[in-house]
T-cell receptor, first 109, second 114 residues
Framework: GQNIDQPTEMTATEGAIVQINCTYQ??????LFWYQQHAGEAPTFLSY??LDGLEEKGRFSSFLSRSKGYSYLLLKELQMKDSASYLC??????????WGAGTKLIIKP | ETGVTQTPRHLVMGMTNKKSLKCEQH?????MYWYKQSAKKPLELMFV???????ENNSVPSRFSPECPNSSHLFLHLHTLQPEDSALYLC?????????????FGPGTRLTVT
């Protein structure tokens, strides 16, 4: 079957660094997505990886290892506004997104 | 503001009611999606429309009926729902021609079935 695993909740301190891990098993693979969702709001696109390696975009970076079925989202210089849920999704052979349940990130002062 | 709007934002309905959710995208995309989001569960894809044609129906009960009159508008018609259908219903759109890949989401309709 198809499955995405990510931690349910994480806590970090303002100004610190946090890494949110995601492992995936999908029928075929056409890219790994990360979305951010603040409470009561729409998910918004953060990053897309289709090749192995690290993609950096400001304070956020995303890593992919296709051989391990593994990705992580790295958030640096954490700010209070980064408190949100982070959704990992893998696109399968039919180009449909298979979603994880999301990781709720709590930032403490 | 993502360019995808949904109405209503909140809806409370009885199990015998009939209601419709509306989604409109202002991005010129050619694919639209309905998702169900329940607490602590992954997003569940319900329906996909590509160039106004329904291409996916992930075993959704017939009490949910989608309609896509054109590439900018998507509806979800609801009738005789069950309490377990209470959830956040999200609409999304994307451009499925290889030029981009991300989906843009609307703010959702919070549905409560009593």
């Amino acid at each position: 079957g198809q499955n995405i695993d990510q931690p349910t909740e994480m806590t970090a301190t303002e100004g610190a660094i946090v890494q949110i891990n995601c492992t995936y098993q999908t029928s075929g693979f056409n890219g790994l997505f990360w979305y951010q969702q603040h409470a009561g709001e729409a998910p918004t696109f953060l990053s897309y990886n289709v090749l192995d390696g690290l993609e950096e975009k400001g304070r956020f970076s995303s890593f992919l290892s296709r051989s391990k079925g593994y990705s992580y989202l790295l958030l640096k210089e954490l700010q209070m506004k980064d408190s949100a849920s982070y959704l990992c999704a893998s696109r399968d052979s039919n180009y449909q997104l298979i979603w994880g349940a999301g990781t709720k990130l709590i930032i403490k002062p | 503001e993502t360019g995808v709007t949904q109405t209503p934002r909140h809806l409370v309905m009885g199990m015998t009611n009939k209601k419709s959710l509306k989604c409109e995208q202002h991005l010129g995309h050619n694919a639209m999606y309905w998702y169900k989001q329940s607490a602590k569960k992954p997003l569940e894809l319900m329906f996909v429309y590509n160039f106004k044609e329904q291409t996916e129906n992930n075993s959704v009960p017939s009490r949910f009926s989608p309609e896509c009159p054109n590439s900018s508008h998507l509806f979800l018609h609801l009738h005789t729902l069950q309490p377990e259908d209470s959830a956040l219903y999200l609409c999304a759109s994307s451009q499925e021609d290889g030029s981009s890949y991300e989906q843009y989401f609307g703010p959702g309709t919070r549905l409560t079935v009593t």
